[in-house]
């Protein structure tokens, strides 16, 4: 059973930074060989977003929402099971549920929250101004 585990958030004032971290556990890849592993965000009375999303294999490719782009960075420990999102030069309107995701990859790992099945129950994040 795939488990989905994040830590990390907090409230910041607006210029700050905060790290997340999500553990993962019991996941297997279904198929093609590379999974997808990313963060995603909810605000109330928004739909959930997709801020981040990091492939597994080699190169790991990136790719960012352009309202983060240079201000956020995503990462993984393949050894410790474990995403990261550096968030940096945060301002109000990153407040909201963080919450990490996994499943099968492509080429670029989408930001679109259709593309994946598992999901950890989220961390808040509350920037004030």
């Known amino acids: 059973q795939v488990q989905l585990v994040e830590s990390g958030g907090g409230s910041v004032q607006a210029g700050g930074s905060l790290r997340l971290s999500c553990a993962a556990s019991?996941?297997?890849?279904?198929?093609?060989?590379?999974?997808?592993v990313g963060w995603f965000r909810q605000a109330p009375g928004k739909e959930r977003e997709g801020v981040a999303t990091?492939?597994?294999?080699?190169?790991?490719?990136?790719n960012y929402a352009d309202s983060v782009k240079g201000r956020f960075t995503i990462s993984k420990d393949g050894a410790k099971n474990t995403l990261y999102l550096q968030m940096d030069s945060l301002k109000p309107e990153d407040t909201g549920m963080y919450y990490c995701a996994a499943d099968s990859g492509g080429p670029l790992c989408p930001l679109g929250d259709y593309w994946y099945n598992y999901w950890g129950q989220g961390t808040q994040v509350t920037v004030s101004s």
């Open positions: 990091i492939r597994s294999d080699g190169d790991g490719a990136t």
């Open positions: 019991g996941y297997t890849r279904r198929g093609r060989g590379t999974y997808c």
